[in-house]
């Protein structure tokens, strides 16, 4: 027996002789989002509108369509059948312009969700579909055409990205013509 004999401290020995000490498994005391009933950070909106609309004469079973403030439908994907009843269904809660797809729920029902859109017209804008324009805090910007980096400046986008402020970035994709699909973003 050493001479120096370690003595178990006190509130060890206590907690053994009351059977506190046993391997207890940890107690997660974080918060249970995933649980049923919890709720975390939510999922952003993507839809403005979800209705539902009697189209008994649409072929197919699924269409995407833009529609234009004048009243123009642009079909995207799907039949190039006439889409007034979906449209007109969704114009009642959203109104043009708009994006939208609707799938076939029955022999004559479709849903439809409808997301408003902004849009621009840009008359000088170079060929190609999609164009990204970025600024950032040093004053630099940035301007792509499909991807590709592209010399120039587009003042409409340059007016709209301003309005977001200092440091932006804007996306363009054509629907038809000098019409585009825009979306702005803060950096």
Wanted: net charge negative; no cysteine.
């Amino acid at each position: 027996m050493p001479l120096f004999r370690r003595r178990e401290p006190l509130h060890e020995r206590l907690a053994r002789e009351a059977g506190l000490n046993e391997a207890a498994e940890p107690v997660d005391t974080r918060p249970a989002w995933g649980e049923a009933g919890i709720h975390g950070v939510h999922r952003p909106r993507e839809w403005d509108a979800t209705v539902t609309a009697d189209a008994p004469d649409i072929e197919g079973d699924a269409v995407r369509f833009v529609a234009l403030p004048d009243g123009t439908l642009l079909v995207e994907e799907g039949p190039d059948d006439s889409l007034e009843p979906l449209a007109a269904a969704v114009e009642q809660s959203v109104r043009a312009p708009y994006r939208a797809r609707a799938t076939r729920q029955g022999e004559s029902l479709w849903a439809v969700q409808a997301r408003r859109i902004e849009l621009i017209e840009l008359p000088d804008a170079p060929e190609g579909d999609a164009i990204d324009l970025t600024r950032t805090a040093d004053g630099s910007t940035t301007l792509a055409v499909d991807d590709a980096r592209v010399f120039g400046s587009l003042p409409r986008l340059e007016e709209r990205g301003a309005r977001e402020g200092g440091e932006y970035t804007v996306h363009a994709e054509r629907l038809d013509g000098e019409l585009w699909e825009v979306r702005a973003a803060a950096l």
